[in-house]
């Protein structure tokens, strides 16, 4: 018959055994947050906000609303409509840091 001293120790080592099998399985769907990808990725992004940034409030003022806009310009905006679409789906799959 074990003792409660064994039973917690080997409680404690399944529990650890365990626990450290979790952390070492990496889920394959997930995009952790210290992937290289990612990171390239979210510098891309960052680039992307800061020329909507400046070019929104640019068209607003300079722009006539009735004059259309040259094909360049166009498929400018339509490219980064679909990276930020990409990007809110990107950020389904992400993982973060709870700290």
């Not at 979210?42 to 640019?58: R, V």
Request: charged residues 25%.
């Amino acid at each position: 018959m074990l003792q409660s001293s064994q039973i917690k120790r080997k409680s404690q080592q399944l529990f650890r055994k365990n626990t450290q099998r979790k952390r070492a399985r990496r889920k394959p769907y997930l995009i952790y947050p210290n992937n290289k990808r990612k990171l390239l990725w979210d510098f891309w992004i960052s680039i992307i906000l800061l020329y909507s940034c400046m070019e929104i409030p640019y068209n607003e003022v300079f722009h006539d609303d009735f004059k259309e806009d040259s094909l360049l310009v166009m498929i400018l905006g339509g490219l980064v409509d679909l990276f930020f679409l990409i990007d809110i789906i990107v950020n389904f799959f992400s993982a973060y840091r709870d700290e």
